[in-house]
């Protein structure tokens, strides 16, 4: 599959070992997101002789995307300030929630298996680590979010629910952009401390000697241009996940997902790579999830983001039978479940597609071109909105997009019902606005709900800050959403200190892995905001430190490379 960039196309993923090489250095790091680069500085930084390679023309990956919260358990800003964060009520927030069907809180390791518990133990015992050293050679530089909550703050397992997300120094007061700060700092850094960096090759396979360990990578350029390169010591793939191959998403996710906001190079080359070298798969089945923006998601736009953060208190979702089927301020993972529920009496995604409708106040007052925010300021692309003078109107408009849209979404379509349902659906949302209490979905009753809630009339406001009633006469807006990916979870499994291991449990000598191009231990949870990145500067550290230790390797004999 190519991408929009023009990258290589994908070639046969199987190990070779070719006659010459075009370079030689001690590691190669392919990917260029928070987990490439972290790993390519420390590895720099301990003295190596480091290659990173990126698919894209651009550094950055999916993080470029991101607003760069990172979630760091027991930070130092945290110890600063007082804020007690045991090891032990760490994981057991963490375990809770990864895999609550197994949770067990009396149990030493809470229910987890040795795989997991010791992935939340390297989070908790790195991740500050790494977070100060990228600090202190200025690499990444951070400010401390200390009233920001973990997404489940509620939760009694969680024992320091404030103060444990960090935030790139120079990003903007809405810490939107802080993706684009990080990738441009620690870029900076990479180079200056002696990073060669090479943008535009696309990884292929590995090399593998006689001894079946793992001595280097193959690449192609978009150009056609190859690139051999002998590693002394290891290679670390930090490439992403599988969002954007739409075969490995129908084949490996448990939903029916129809895109996402990963970069549009998040094609799962490491699952290729990796298994065609005998590693194990894990979590295959799970995905950091968002609710999107379905045509965008259909048309591939590259500017995707997802909604993190639905603004507006007029707002409400609806499914294609007029009424509300969720609370539409939860946090995004969990916002993204209610579109994939199956509706075992009709035999289908019934809430494959959401509809978002808006009147002229939140038009007015919330709208905002940041965090994925369907309600779009003027001047900006709109050209997912759909508009209506009135129910009527609004309710024709809707069904003549969704037919455009017909043959991605298996003929979904408006009930006749709709336009009724949706009258009295506002009429029922209105009166729990005026009370403050949602009655049907709990909407505003949590802290992340009120964290993300956006921007609204500064007056008049109700008593609950997430709703106000929705004009019953029009002008009306809407978007369709359905629910996506930031990226997949699943990948090869490694160890804590990113070895990647076989179907034995056995690394694979001279190959790694970091990120989201490798299996998550956190299953369906989603911590808290930048529980994707805390955790890939933990495991990059650990891996730049084995892949470190690991002892130099003889070369591939000279042999015909494969096709």
């Known amino acids: 599959m190519s991408t929009s960039l023009q990258t290589a196309e994908r070639a046969s993923a199987a190990p070779v070992r070719p006659n010459s090489f075009?370079?030689?250095?001690?590691?190669?790091?392919?990917?260029?997101?928070?987990?490439?680069?972290?790993?390519?500085?420390?590895?720099?930084?301990?003295?190596?002789?480091?290659?990173?390679?990126?698919?894209?023309?651009?550094?950055?990956?999916?993080?470029?995307?991101?607003?760069?919260?990172?979630?760091?358990?027991n930070n130092a800003a945290m110890r600063a300030l007082g804020i007690e964060d045991p090891k032990s009520d760490a994981i057991r927030y963490m375990a809770r929630l990864s895999r609550p069907e197994a949770y067990d809180p009396a149990d030493a390791k809470f229910g987890m298996s040795e795989w997991e518990h010791s992935a939340y133990e390297a989070i908790y015992d790195n991740?500050?680590?790494?977070?100060?050293?990228?600090?202190?050679?200025?690499?990444?530089?951070?400010?401390?979010?200390?009233?920001?909550?973990?997404?489940?703050?509620?939760?009694?397992?969680?024992?320091?629910?404030?103060?444990?997300?960090?935030?790139?120094?120079?990003?903007?007061?809405?810490?939107?952009?802080?993706?684009?700060?990080?990738?441009r700092t620690m870029s900076s850094a990479a180079r200056h401390d002696g990073v060669d960096i090479r943008t535009g090759y696309r990884v292929q396979r590995v090399i593998r000697n006689e001894r079946d360990e793992i001595v280097g990578v193959e690449a192609s350029g978009a150009s056609g241009k190859g690139l051999t390169v002998r590693t002394r010591k290891a290679v670390i793939f930090a490439t992403g996940g599988f969002t954007h191959d739409v075969e490995m998403r129908k084949n490996f996710l448990s939903a029916p997902v129809l895109g996402g906001c990963a970069a549009v190079t998040n094609e799962g080359d490491f699952v290729n790579i990796g298994a065609s070298v005998g590693a194990q798969l894990r979590n295959m089945n799970y995905a950091w999830m968002c609710p999107i923006v379905l045509e965008k998601a259909l048309n591939r736009d590259p500017s995707l983001i997802g909604t993190f953060s639905p603004s507006g208190d007029s707002m409400i979702y609806v499914s294609?039978?007029?009424?509300?089927?969720?609370?539409?301020?939860?946090?995004?993972?969990?916002?993204?479940?209610?579109?994939?529920?199956?509706?075992?009496?009709?035999?289908?995604?019934?809430?494959?597609?959401?509809?978002?409708?808006?009147?002229?106040?939140?038009?007015?007052?919330?709208?905002?071109?940041?965090?994925?925010?369907?309600?779009?300021?003027?001047?900006?692309?709109?050209?997912?909105?759909?508009?209506?003078?009135n129910v009527k109107e609004l309710t024709k408009n809707i069904s003549s997009r969704l037919a455009k849209y017909a043959a991605h979404i298996g003929g979904l379509q408006l009930a006749p019902e709709?336009?009724?349902?949706?009258?009295?659906?506002?009429?029922?949302?209105?009166?729990?606005?005026?009370?403050?209490?949602?009655?049907?979905?709990?909407?505003?009753?949590?802290?992340?709900?009120?964290?993300?809630?956006?921007?609204?009339?500064?007056?008049?406001?109700?008593?609950?800050?997430?709703?106000?009633?929705?004009?019953?006469?029009?002008?009306?807006?809407?978007?369709?959403?359905?629910?996506?990916?930031?990226?997949t979870k699943g990948g090869p499994k490694t160890s804590a200190d990113g070895k990647v291991l076989d179907t034995n449990d056995r690394p694979i000598p001279g190959l790694y892995g970091v990120g989201n191009c490798v299996a998550s231990a956190s299953a369906r949870a989603y911590w808290a905001g930048g529980a994707t990145l805390g955790p890939i500067l933990a495991f990059s550290y650990l891996a730049a430190n084995a892949a470190n230790a690991e002892p130099v390797k003889q070369g591939a004999p000279a042999r015909a490379a494969a096709e």
């Open 22 to 73: 075009d370079a030689e250095v001690d590691i190669v790091v392919v990917g260029s997101g928070a987990g490439g680069l972290s790993a390519a500085l420390f590895s720099r930084w301990l003295g190596n002789e480091v290659l990173l390679l990126e698919k894209a023309s651009e550094l950055g990956g999916t993080t470029r995307k991101a607003a760069f919260w990172y979630w760091v358990p």
């Open 127 to 183: 991740a500050s680590l790494a977070t100060e050293l990228l600090a202190e050679k200025g690499a990444l530089e951070y400010r401390h979010c200390p009233d920001v909550p973990d997404y489940w703050a509620e939760f009694p397992e969680d024992k320091a629910p404030k103060g444990r997300v960090l935030l790139p120094k120079g990003a903007c007061d809405s810490m939107s952009d802080g993706g684009e700060v990080a990738i």
């Open 320 to 389: 294609k039978h007029g009424v509300r089927v969720t609370n539409e301020k939860l946090a995004y993972n969990e916002s993204a479940q209610a579109f994939f529920e199956w509706n075992p009496t009709l035999g289908e995604y019934s809430n494959l597609v959401l509809i978002a409708i808006w009147d002229q106040r939140s038009q007015d007052h919330s709208a905002s071109s940041e965090y994925g925010r369907f309600i779009v300021p003027p001047g900006t692309n709109e050209d997912h909105v759909i508009k209506g003078a």
């Open 418 to 487: 709709f336009p009724d349902n949706l009258v009295t659906t506002i009429s029922r949302f209105n009166e729990f606005a005026k009370t403050g209490k949602d009655f049907d979905f709990r909407r505003g009753e949590r802290q992340v709900e009120l964290l993300f809630n956006g921007p609204t009339a500064s007056e008049p406001t109700g008593p609950n800050p997430t709703m106000f009633p929705i004009s019953e006469n029009g002008p009306f807006y809407a978007a369709l959403l359905t629910g996506g990916n930031l990226d």
